[in-house]
């Protein structure tokens, strides 16, 4: 089995169907399906998926399962095993604690819950933490960012916060207050563009500070975008399957990543969704090499970059390249 690093993953997106039967008896929740097979229909996206707002429809019941200490807590703790159990030997799992307080737990209340999940896993990660794009809710994104500060540490809990949402009702444009104010706090931070949204969002993000770009796949709409991304060596969180699901590229047979490579920008490879997707970080590079080529060293290469990406300490990431034989 290969071994990964996974730096794009959202916590309610890998909830699997196994995961969610386990969340379900800890909190005795009656679940919507009675059969794997009907609860899979649920939790994963269908191949006719239209756009980014239908795939974001999936992730209903597996926030639901995560409203309380616990379920919060053995969400972490399961999905970091799951994804240990695939090969991945670092994780960077986010998600975004407003959305988690319909039960009146406090954002910090989560997010403790959370790195108590993190902290029982034997997988390697760290935890992001995403403010949403959205309407009136300016004051939630403001509390994420005061309790990703009071818990943020350079390795072992939280290291960034993000912007997760519907990028193209919700333009970058609009948030520039929100990470200048992360900047100030010096708080380190990626963020969803050039997703659903332009090239343009991307370079609102790198306008901003973001040390690194979630997706970022429209930047071939500007090229100036591209060398931008390129000079400021500002990684791309890029996730193929992801992308074909969601229609961020319409024809996937020109999917730039192994272009992005070519040019010396710093691709990653993340699963996004596992889950919902149904699929593994191993799935992804199979992917890459079935339909466009991706060769061994230019693996590593992927690998590599995510490594030097990561929110961690050099001591980590050198402990990473180690075991990777980097």
Not at 111 to 124: C, D, F, H, P
Request: aromatic content about 6%; glycine content about 8%.
């Amino acid at each position: 089995m290969g071994k990964y690093i996974e730096l794009h993953l959202h916590l309610d997106g890998a909830i699997t169907v196994d995961i969610a039967k386990k969340l379900a008896k800890l909190q005795k929740i009656v679940l919507p399906g009675t059969t794997d097979e009907e609860l899979e229909k649920i939790l994963t996206v269908p191949e006719d998926c239209n756009s980014l707002n239908d795939f974001l429809d999936c992730f209903g019941l597996p926030l639901a399962l995560m409203q309380t200490r616990k379920g919060i807590s053995e969400a972490v703790r399961l999905v970091a095993e799951n994804i240990k159990s695939q090969g991945v030997i670092y994780a960077e799992i986010r998600f975004a604690p407003q959305l988690h307080t319909r039960k009146g737990l406090t954002q910090e209340e989560v997010v403790l819950a959370a790195l108590e999940g993190m902290k029982r896993s034997e997988l390697k990660s760290n935890l992001i933490l995403c403010c949403m794009r959205g309407e009136g809710n300016e004051p939630d994104n403001e509390e994420t960012l005061k309790v990703a500060k009071r818990y943020l540490v350079k390795d072992g809990g939280v290291v960034a916060v993000d912007l997760a949402g519907a990028e193209g009702v919700y333009p970058t444009s609009l948030y520039e207050g929100l990470f200048r104010k992360a900047a100030e706090m010096e708080i380190p931070f990626t963020i969803h563009a050039g997703e659903a949204g332009s090239a343009d969002s991307v370079r609102s993000a790198i306008q901003y500070g973001a040390s690194r770009i979630g997706h970022g796949v429209r930047i071939f709409e500007d090229p100036e975008v591209v060398e931008m991304i390129r000079l400021k060596e500002i990684p791309l969180e890029m996730c193929p399957t992801s992308n074909r699901i969601t229609k961020a590229i319409s024809d996937m047979s020109s999917y730039p990543l192994m272009d992005y490579l070519k040019k010396g920008i710093k691709v990653t490879v993340n699963t996004d969704d596992m889950g919902i997707e149904n699929i593994t970080l191993a799935d992804e590079f199979e992917y890459l090499k079935d339909s466009f080529g991706l060769t061994d060293e230019q693996e590593k290469d992927i690998l590599k970059n995510s490594i030097e990406a990561a929110f961690t300490t050099d001591k980590v990431k050198g402990e990473l390249k180690k075991e990777l034989g980097l």
